[in-house]
């Protein structure tokens, strides 16, 4: 339950990111110019696909720390302490 609640929240944040990343670039296009080069940048499926698995895998590994330490303890146990 808590790896697929880190897997949750970084899934929801990086779409959200995506989200207003691909928004702000759709509304206002930004590019950098040195020496006659020109880079715009632009949003593109591939960009979001890695961001998508980046945030997933981050939040798989984010997760699996705490998940180990919470399988260690009995639940029954836990709620009479608390």
Known sequence: MVLVEGVLMST???CLGILFASLFLF????SIGNEGLI?????????VVTGICV???LGLLA????????????ITE?????
């Open 12 to 14: 929801i944040g990086g």
């Open 27 to 30: 509304y206002q296009s930004i």
């Open 39 to 47: 880079l715009a940048f632009t949003p593109s499926i591939t960009v």
């Open 55 to 57: 945030s997933l895998s």
């Open 63 to 74: 997760g699996i720390y705490p998940a180990l330490l919470v399988g260690k303890h009995s």
């Open 78 to 82: 836990s709620l009479r302490t608390a």
